[in-house]
């Protein structure tokens, strides 16, 4: 055995490490060579002398405990040094000056040594921030001394006892976070397996681990019923990773950044071999170097070790440093609780602990003022929600902020008490610190930069307009309330009615949409019981597979009342029986007490409630009886009858429940992360969160875009998890930049292609947890309301997209009749502010002012000559243009933004001769993409995306780009070249000529419903069927005089002319019938833009007109706006949303491009609305090169599928989708393919009565 | 040897306390029931013990759900009938629906509305909590710091009858069976098995525990069954102006139709005549049965028909009789059980008596039934067990010489022919068997045979009274009360009569 020599180790050491700045998990800090002596592991049983004699110096110092076992259980006889190790045998017989050469070496021969004690700043005991991979870089004997519960440990303190619930929580996927890892792989091109392959475990040393689940026999057949996958593998590091992404800048060949990139090794010091440029090669490519050189990585990679997404998860300690961050590791992760949110309904008893993670044990050893303490030296089931909050706080991670009724915050709302009044200008320095805390861009330059004001957020509640914030901040986030409110975005109270935005209660009046289950006091652990946190002891790679609660456990259905046994995904065969579960006080967890079902609060178990039961609620005459709840579930499956009864069979219902989640019904609302935007920075050393840790370049900062609370959509469901129609978030769809070593931007904002070749604007079924019991999805959420004012709620609700959330990004893309142009009309750095927009007022109020310094024009274009652009879209990295005589060009736009380039728009990479996507027509009018988000089909074929993937096809248009050509009508182009990664195959051809008859003569634009497409020609709207696109098919010409432009939404189809806009009827997609009483006269209509429930027309001389189309059948002109007379030749107009505010975008002949701001928090309050009502203002303008025609529409960011059931985004977790063509039909159309109606509220009762009996 | 359990060793079992009296805290079920201990899902095999003893207690064992039936409408009527406001606060009936311990006595985690929990059986754990998890831990030793010794049959025996026949402090009086309660029954095998248990008996159980025969253990439950129901009787036979204690009788010597007249002589009841309530003695008259069939001799007997005979002359008598037959049971008890290595015999001797009509009663016919199950149990023929329980289904449609055959067929015999000396049945079996039942519709089609094809015999008008002989997939075999006339009808348009 051998026994430290301290003072000879320790303190030579201390002088070592006095190290500059941030030691982040051991960097910098050499470590100490120890040789431990061996720990035995806590013996399942002892004697109470053996246990006391472990315990004997211990207790000398550490003279009280909350627990001295840790348990509060009299069985457990366990002594200090089973548990930390350590040696009690140690005595302090009298009292030291606690600073005395003596009591040190005392206390140092007690405690077990750290290899590294700078760095755990020994011997302090509160966790150390951002200490990460320190865990793996300890000794585990040091590991096990300062938290037994460790992982990696853990089998030694704790395994006597819980050896197998060890086993299966280093297995559950709150400890291999794979949900994380494999769906940000596949769905942004990394890995194309749809059953995932990566997690996160360690040895006991602290290695990387491979983890095998426990049943290896038929392991696909497992996978492939239950989703229990066989093996998790470490995620590899991203400099070794070779990036998935399709990006111009990743493409072979090319110059070398030499200068940054010393060829070590190479005889050749100057590096010249690489420098050499061979003629016919791109201009800027990579390096020569390997994966993770000059920008060669994937950023989404990059993130997952690097950025704080959802790290750290079970095998690390919280980052102890703000609140909502502080916590242990491994099972005292939850077990152990901290003091993380003063908000009860979080927090349970542990409220009143606050918020700074300061401890309250009676151990007079601990420090009381000292962050990153535990409240007690003692475990509980007793885990409050706030606790859960340490890692859910985040959307690929459970984003468990809706259960309480929160989303992220987005920038906007109060601004005036979130940014300074001066600007911030942070150094490089300053920018590290606060970026180690919360991974946001935007936080450097707002005042929640300052962990004070952080704090102390929650207290500014009282004096906020827009919103009121949650109390937690994990990540350094913070977290907005939701409000009921109607569609327009009025403040609703209780009973449904108005609150005034100028109420001063206005916040208290409304309701909070938090779920009704924490409404009745319920924590998460009143939900999810053991299993739901420990594992099933198997490896699954998706959140609601490894869930074994469902609602009717507790609930029941309408047929039968609950059985109390789980039987979700992961419930065993028969369940879990919730009966047996009991309370700390000893109490039944779940009771029937009189034919009631009472659940008993695991925080509180005096606290109970009163099961709502499915069954009494639709059960006439029975006191909890809800006449809507028993309409919708027991509505028959018949839409004209539309009658309902409780003698139905099952099998007749309308919403039986093997088809539909109850939650699809019973959710408030759904938080939607419509984009997040992910900068990497080449010259930026930071650490690995994960692994081996260490440091290296390249980091990327993590900001939200978009996050909205009022989109509701429907999707499928993986067979696994019974394939049932269940609510559809949009998961965290990435845009991705490089700024590389020399700080150019090799790229900006790409989107990235799925392993599955959709879009990685990625959409998922999920859990939203928001239940109410008012504040449900009614009738008319999901089917056509009988006022049809629910055209734009449909779109949304079927995925089809509402051009509301679109993201124009940095540029807008301009096409004038003589050039193609680029805008910049937001900031670079973060958040990205629409220059002159309300939050650029106050996030960059020194930019600003200089803009209004420049009469809001906006300061930078780059543009290309071209013949007369009246349509133009930008998907990737590549603006797909009709320039008329001059036919279809692609342009290659993949530098615009880099500032090595002096022509940004450039017509090929290098020579024509190996590169040529112009294709000649003789008067190409318009182009149109069937998605504008970056699609490759060809990535989705074969055995692994059909079979095991479970992925759909894609339908044959979506290799095409349409271009319309006046004289040629219409012509398709396969594009796919341009997305496979090849830069030697990009000749585009013409594919197929359209032009049955020249019917198709004139042909000016074209709107696609899925894959009809509906041509304006000099005859009118000829609506031409594409579903074998190289051999279309003319469906019938509508005669309209001057049809210049058409937009689809839903069922209505929108089609200026001369006389203005008219509105048709596309129920029948092929055959649309004009409504009449519809028509909206106009002067000199052009473009139109639908974007919820306002058409934005480009009027030319009247300017920009909006139209309200909440009822299609009854437009109405709302606002006819010229922005004091700039707008007079207006061409064209797009909609885009940025952080909480809607945008448009005008092109206008005689003034340019101008950037309109529709809603602001200080124009319209109601401005979280689904569809807000404008309120138009310019904040800034350009001139262009030449008169501007037209505008490229910004990413569909809610666009997952087409109205003929194209998927075009793609779907997390195996086997869910959108709904299928016949299945959107058949939520509003019957038999006969006519509409059929509902209305939330019935005139007459429908119930079939007495007679049935 | 602890496990030589002889009768000799009777007198300290009894004595010990039961757990409802063993001054112990109890400390609750929650102290048991952590994952890690008694509280696991599935069974394991790192301890001697299952682990999932709380899982099987909570799920399975209604034992978990006594103090919730207390809740219940019926439980709320019988609180009702006998004037107490709520069934599940009245020691009444708390002291068998739960662990019913003094206040004091009750720990951290003591909730009466566990029911029958652990602690109410096991005892209280305020002593042995945290010793008989340790290394180091005996049974014995655990049994010393006061649990208590359930594995030991004639002390298991005494706690389940405690509640499932009574004591002198606590009993399911006439009254309070009166108000509603269902009669009660036991026997130790089966009651054990249908618990269900949760601990199995193997290798390592044997190490620890003493493990009786069930042959053994089935009549050490019989023997303590016997004597504690003479202990009852002693206790609450009531001399006097008062009734004595009605509970004490045979329920269906009593409670049946009018129409069923089922009286009938037997070698044990004695002077019992006709239209007399005898006392209930299916477990005293089972020994005595086994008495002269295996031993060959009548002194059980002969004390049992003394006693049937003192019932009807008071008090005083009878308190004599009980004292004679409890010496007649210990002699016999202790040849017995000299004989339980040879389960054969004792089963012998209960089918003999199957065939030769002995299990009239339906109280008899159930201790026969389940003492034969508990004798012959893994040997038997599964289907002919099922015959003999069927044939005991309902104790209202019980028919006697249904139940008799099934009980001897298991024992491969035949039952005897009527009037071949043994106790007449004449009147019972052709008039007392079947159900009776009502036409619940206007009018029902009476047919020669079972099926549609067969022929019609006639009509019943609804509301007929009818008494079910037979029933054969969907149809019955009635006969109207005055056995005018009789066919097939179909069983779904008759409704059963409660008697």
């Known amino acids: 055995m051998m026994r430290l020599e301290l003072r000879h180790v320790w303190f030579p050491i201390a002088a070592l490490c006095a190290w500059p700045g941030l030691l982040l998990a051991a960097e910098g800090e050499v470590p100490r060579d120890i040789e431990y002596p061996h720990y035995p592991p806590a013996p399942y049983t002892q004697t109470a002398a053996e246990a006391a004699a472990k315990s004997a110096g211990c207790i000398d110092c550490h003279t009280a405990s909350d627990a001295a076992t840790m348990h509060r259980s009299e069985t457990v006889v366990l002594g200090c040094t089973d548990c930390h190790g350590g040696d009690a045998s140690i005595r302090v017989e009298h009292a030291y000056s606690h600073h005395s050469p003596e009591y040190m070496a005392k206390l140092d021969a007690a405690h077990v040594q750290p290899r590294y004690p700078k760095t755990w700043h020994y011997p302090h005991s509160e966790n150390p921030k951002h200490s990460y991979t320190l865990l793996n870089k300890e000794s585990p004997e040091y590991v096990r001394f300062v938290n037994p519960s460790d992982y990696r440990v853990a089998q030694e303190a704790c395994g006597a006892c819980h050896g197998p619930i060890i086993k299966a929580a280093t297995r559950s996927i709150m400890a291999t976070g794979a949900m994380l890892f494999g769906g940000a792989a596949y769905n942004n091109g990394i890995l194309p397996f749809k059953n995932y392959i990566l997690g996160e475990a360690y040895t006991r040393d602290g290695e990387a681990a491979i983890l095998e689940g426990p049943v290896q026999e038929d392991a696909d057949a497992q ?1031 | 040897m602890l496990c030589a359990l002889g009768l000799l060793s009777q007198g300290r079992l009894l004595a010990q306390n039961l757990p409802e009296h063993d001054g112990l805290e109890h400390l609750g079920v929650k102290s048991c029931s952590a994952s890690t201990c008694h509280g696991s899902i599935t069974e394991r095999n790192a301890y001697p013990v299952l682990q999932n003893e709380y899982q099987t207690w909570t799920r399975h064992d209604k034992h978990s759900r006594a103090y919730e039936v207390l809740l219940n409408e019926r439980s709320q009527r019988i609180a009702r009938n006998l004037g107490i406001e709520k069934a599940h606060e009245a020691d009444i009936c708390l002291d068998c629906h739960a662990d019913n311990v003094p206040a004091a006595q009750r720990g951290r985690f003591f909730n009466l509305s566990d029911g029958v929990g652990c602690e109410a059986c096991h005892g209280g754990a305020e002593q042995w909590l945290g010793p008989h998890i340790s290394a180091s831990a005996t049974h014995a030793g655990n049994i010393e710091a006061g649990m208590y010794p359930t594995e030991e049959p004639q002390a298991r025996a005494k706690l389940c009858l405690s509640c499932h026949l009574g004591t002198d402090k606590k009993y399911a009086t006439h009254r309070i069976m009166g108000a509603g309660h269902p009669r009660l029954s036991f026997e130790l095998v089966t009651f054990t098995a249908l618990q269900p248990a949760h601990y199995r008996i193997d290798a390592d159980y044997r190490e620890r525990k003493s493990v009786a025969a069930p042959a053994q253990e089935w009549l050490d439950g019989l023997l303590v069954s016997g004597q504690q129901s003479l202990a009852m009787i002693r206790k609450h036979y009531q001399q006097g102006e008062g009734l004595p204690e009605l509970a004490l009788f045979d329920c269906h010597a009593c409670h049946h139709s009018l129409d069923d007249l089922r009286w009938q002589a037997s070698a044990f009841s004695g002077e019992t005549e006709p239209g007399m309530p005898r006392l209930e003695d299916s477990r005293l008259r089972m020994i005595a049965l086994l008495e002269s069939g295996v031993l060959g001799s009548e002194s059980v007997a002969g004390a049992l028909r003394a006693l049937h005979d003192a019932s009807l002359k008071g008090a005083q008598p009878l308190m004599a009789a009980t004292g004679q037959l409890e010496n007649s049971l210990a002699a016999a008890a202790t040849r017995l059980r000299e004989r339980a290595g040879a389960s054969e015999a004792l089963s012998r001797a209960i089918f003999a008596a199957a065939a030769g009509r002995q299990f009239q009663d339906y109280a008899d016919a159930e201790q026969a039934a389940m003492a034969a199950q508990a004798l012959v149990a893994g040997q038997a023929d599964e289907a002919a067990l099922e015959a003999v329980f069927a044939a005991l289904q309902n104790a209202d449609t019980y028919q006697p010489q249904q139940a008799a055959a099934a009980l001897a067929a298991l024992g491969g015999l035949q039952v005897e022919q009527q009037g071949s000396g043994g106790p007449a049945g004449d009147l019972g079996a052709r008039r007392g068997g079947g159900a009776l039942a009502v036409v619940s519709v206007t009018s029902l089609r009476m047919r020669a045979g079972p099926g549609l094809d067969q022929a019609v015999l006639g009509s019943l008008g609804a509301g007929t009274r009818l008494r079910v002989l037979e029933n054969r997939e969907g149809w019955s075999r009635v006969e109207t009360l005055d056995a005018s006339t009789g066919g097939w009808v179909a069983s779904r348009l008759i409704k059963p009569v409660s008697r």
Request: with cysteine; net charge negative; aromatic share 8%.
């Open chain 1, 223 to 1253: 996978t492939a019923v239950n989703g229990i996958l066989p093996k998790l593998y470490p995620f590899p590091p991203w400099e070794t990773l070779k990036p998935g992404d399709i990006f111009r800048v990743f493409e072979r060949g090319g110059r070398n950044l030499t200068n940054l990139f010393p060829e070590t090794g190479i005889p050749n010091s100057l590096g010249l071999l690489q420098r050499i440029e061979e003629p016919g090669r791109p201009d800027i490519r990579q390096s020569n170097r390997g994966p993770g050189t000059g920008g060669r990585i994937s950023v989404p990679v990059l993130n997952m070790h690097k950025t704080r997404l959802n790290d750290p998860l079970m095998w690390f300690l919280g980052t102890n440093d703000q609140p909502g961050d502080f916590r242990t590791s491994g099972c005292g992760a939850c077990h152990v609780v901290y003091a993380n949110d003063r908000d009860p309904r979080h927090s349970g008893q542990y409220a009143a602990a606050g918020h700074r993670g300061l401890t309250q044990t009676t151990d007079p050893t601990i420090a009381r003022d000292k962050s990153g303490h535990p409240l007690q030296h003692v475990f509980t089931t007793a885990i409050p929600t706030a606790q859960c909050m340490s890692c859910h706080m985040h959307q690929p991670n459970m984003f468990v902020n809706t259960y309480l009724g929160y989303t992220m915050w987005d920038y906007e709302s109060d601004a005036p008490f979130m940014w300074p009044e001066e600007q911030r200008y942070p150094d490089h320095d300053e920018m590290r610190k606060i970026l180690d805390r919360n991974p946001e861009g935007a936080v450097v330059r707002g005042k929640w930069a300052d962990l004070e004001f952080l704090e102390n957020v929650w207290d500014l509640n009282p004096k906020l307009n827009d919103t009121q914030f949650a109390d937690y901040h994990g990540h350094g986030w913070n977290f907005r309330a939701i409000f009921k409110r109607d569609r327009k975005g009025n403040l609703l109270d209780a009973a449904g009615q108005q609150v005034s935005n100028d109420d001063p209660e206005k916040f208290s009046k409304a309701v909070h949409m938090s779920s009704v289950h924490l409404d009745k006091g319920m924590h998460c652990v009143d939900c999810h019981f053991a299993q739901d946190s420990h594992g099933t002891g198997h490896l699954y790679g998706e959140v609601a597979l490894a869930v074994e609660i469902d609602c009717k456990d507790c609930h029941g259905s309408a047929s039968s009342y609950p059985n109390l046994r789980t039987s979700g995904p992961a419930a065993p065969p028969a369940g879990n029986d919730l009966r047996a579960l009991r309370n700390s006080d000893g109490r039944r967890r779940f009771e029937w007490v009189d034919g009631k079902l009472i659940q008993r609060s695991v925080l509180d178990p005096s606290k109970e409630w009163e099961m709502s039961l499915v069954k009494d609620s639709v059960m006439p005459g029975n006191p909890d009886f809800n006449e809507k709840a028993a309409r919708a579930k027991l509505m028959k499956g018949d839409p004209n009858e539309q009658r309902w009864s409780v003698h139905f069979e099952e099998s007749d219902l309308a919403h039986k429940d093997s088809e539909i989640e109850c939650y699809t019904c019973h959710t408030s609302w759904t938080t939607s992360c419509a984009g997040c935007h992910l900068p990497i920075e080449a010259n930026w050393k930071t650490e690995r969160h994960h692994y081996e840790g260490g440091i290296s370049r390249n980091y990327a900062t993590y900001n939200p875009q978009v996050v909205r609370d009022q989109m509701f959509m429907l999707g499928r469901r993986g067979d696994r998890k019974g394939g049932k129609i269940a609510p559809v978030r949009s998961s965290s769809a990435l845009v991705l930049s490089s700024t590389n070593a020399n700080r150019e931007r090799i790229y900006i904002q790409q989107p990235p292609v799925a392993a599955s070749g959709y879009s990685s604007q990625a959409l998922n079924p999920h859990f939203p947890h928001t239940v109410r019991k008012t504040e449900t999805k009614e009738c008319e959420d999901c089917h056509l309301s009988k006022d049809n004012d629910n055209n734009a709620i449909m779109a949304q609700l079927l995925l089809l997209g509402t051009n509301f959330t679109n993201f124009i990004g940095f540029n807008a893309w301009v096409g004038g009749s003589g050039h193609v142009e680029a805008v910049p009309v937001t900031e670079w750095t973060e958040p990205q502010a629409v220059i002159g927009s309300y939050l650029h007022r106050y996030a960059y109020p020194d930019y600003y002012q200089a803009h209004m310094g420049r009469d809001q024009r906006l300061p930078e274009a780059f543009e290309h000559g071209s013949g007369p652009v009246e349509c133009l879209q930008l998907r990737a990295e590549y603006l797909y243009v009709a320039e008329g005589k001059k036919g279809f060009r692609v342009y290659d736009v993949a530098s615009v933004a880099n500032k090595g380039f002096s022509q940004r728009i450039i017509t090929a990479p290098f020579s024509p001769l190996g590169h040529d996507t112009h294709v000649g027509t003789k008067d190409a009018s318009c182009v149109v993409l069937p998605a504008n988000q970056p699609v490759h089909p060809a990535r989705n074929e074969g055995e692994l995306m059909r079979d095991v993937n479970k992925e759909q096809p894609f339908h044959p248009i979506y290799n095409y780009a349409l271009v319309t050509d006046r004289q040629e009508g219409l012509i398709l182009v396969d594009i796919n070249t341009l997305s496979d990664g090849e830069l030697r195959n990009n000749y585009l051809e013409r594919a197929a000529t359209y032009n049955p008859g020249n019917a198709l003569a004139g042909a000016r634009y074209l709107a696609l419903a899925g894959h009809i497409a509906y041509i304006t020609t000099s005859q009118g709207l000829a609506v031409v069927n594409l579903d074998q696109p190289l051999a279309p098919r003319l469906e019938t010409i509508l005669p309209l005089k001057g049809a210049h432009s058409a937009a689809v939404q839903f069922r209505y189809l929108f089609v200026t002319d001369a006389s203005g806009m008219r509105v048709f009827d596309i129920t029948n997609l092929t055959n649309p019938a004009e409504i009449e009483a519809a028509r909206i006269p106009l002067a000199d209509a052009r473009r139109i833009y639908l974007s919820r429930t306002y058409a934005f027309v480009a009027a030319g001389r009247e300017g920009l007109v909006i139209v309200d189309i909440e009822k299609p059948e009854q437009p109405s002109i709302y606002e006819k706006f010229d922005a004091d007379g700039r707008l007079r030749d207006t061409n064209d107009v797009v909609i885009g949303s940025t952080n909480a505010s809607l945008f448009a975008y005008v092109a206008d002949g005689a003034s340019g491009l101008n950037v309109v701001q529709l809603t602001a928090p200080d124009t319209q309050p109601n401005f979280y609305g689904f569809s807000p009502e404008p309120k138009p203002q310019l904040v800034a303008w350009r001139e262009t090169q030449s008169p501007a025609l037209a505008l490229s529409r910004g990413l569909e960011r809610d666009r997952g599928v087409d109205e003929t059931g194209g998927q075009i985004a793609v779907f997390g977790r195996l086997g869910s989708r959108p709904l299928t063509y016949p299945e959107m039909r058949r939520l509003y159309v019957d038999a006969a393919g006519r509409p059929w109606y509902v209305e939330n509220l019935p005139q007459d009762k429908k119930q079939v009565g007495q007679s049935n009996e």
